[in-house]
């Protein structure tokens, strides 16, 4: 039953995205649908890290305790600074290492 849950998720995002991305294809958005499907990856994005930087042993967790708060602010200055998604993403990942093993 597993398997079967999991060839069905398969071809339902398969096919999805073939249907949007392949270029023969004749299906077009309009304007107001390509702008509304734009906001889809930020809010995909922040459903997923929101919870992991605020949400400890299932409470609010916004101090300077928090490593994975820091961890996020610094990675959002890097961003903001370097426009570099590596050196983001590694410095970042180190900041969060020391703080981690520091704090905790």
């Known amino acids: 039953m597993i398997l079967l849950?999991?060839?069905a998720m398969t071809a339902?995002?398969?096919?999805?995205?073939?249907?949007f991305l392949s270029p023969?294809?004749?299906l077009k958005l309009n304007g107001n649908a390509q702008r509304l499907l734009s906001y889809s990856s930020p809010a995909v994005l922040t459903a997923?890290?929101?919870p992991i930087v605020f949400i400890h042993d299932d409470r609010l967790s916004v101090s300077y305790h928090n490593p994975y708060l820091i961890a996020a602010i610094l990675a959002a200055f890097i961003a903001w600074k370097?426009?570099?998604v590596i050196a983001t993403t590694v410095l970042s990942m180190l900041c969060f290492f020391v703080l981690n093993s520091w704090i905790l």
């Open 82 to 84: 370097t426009k570099n």
């Open 48 to 50: 997923i890290w929101a």
């Open 12 to 19: 339902v995002v398969f096919l999805s995205r073939y249907l």
């Open 24 to 26: 023969k294809l004749p």
């Open 5 to 7: 849950s999991i060839l």
